[in-house]
């Protein structure tokens, strides 16, 4: 038992070096629809529309890497449709990639959304994440959701117990233009809680692309950090729809 203990405590100590960054303990959002005139995630998708086409992202990250996105509608009404989602993250030149996922998503005319993924991560392992969203406004002018995840996160290493994450958050845009996000992630094993507080401009929009820098700060609290301020965090990213 004390054996545990101390080794539990010990990887708590050393989770703020080796643990997931925030992103990646969060469930990805995938762009639902791709042929309205404002390319951008659609809290009300058209679901008359084929529903064998194959919908996609692809966008950059600061640091040069990639991701890549895509949805394709299995079945529906016209209503909800259930759709098999998958993405490769942190894509760099030489194909290596910071994580992969595929997995089944529901989304409702009104802007409601559920989605289970699993998750590829090298050097870590798997996790397992159930993810639903709730639209709570929409206008010609605003858009205004809640989503909220649990992660059941699967080490490779035998040595290291498997654990859960899981958070939530709100999001707001106006007129398709600019956005802010909080969210919020805790993991209880590490007796960590990671915050964070986003906005976004987008500088450029036509029907296949768009550009968008994104400005915030990040926070984790856990007793075995010490007290940290808020981090910033900013960049510029250029996607792709196709």
Known sequence: MISNIILITLFAIGANCMYLPYEYSRPIEYVTDFDLEQPIESVHPI???DRRQVHGVANTNPDGTANIMAKLPLAGNDKNILSAIGSVQ????????GAASGGLALDNVNGHGLSLTGKHIPDFGNQLTAAGKLNLL???KHDFNANAFATRNLPSNPAIPNFNTYGGGVDYTFNQKVGASLGMAHTPLLQKTDYSAMGNLNLFRNPTSSLDFSAGAAKSVSPFIPNRSWQ??????????F
């Open 47 to 49: 679901l008359v529309r």
């Open 232 to 241: 910033p965090t900013f960049g510029l990213s250029y996607s792709k729809y």
């Open 138 to 140: 929409h206008t010609d």
């Open 90 to 97: 942190g894509v760099k030149p030489g194909g290596s990639f």
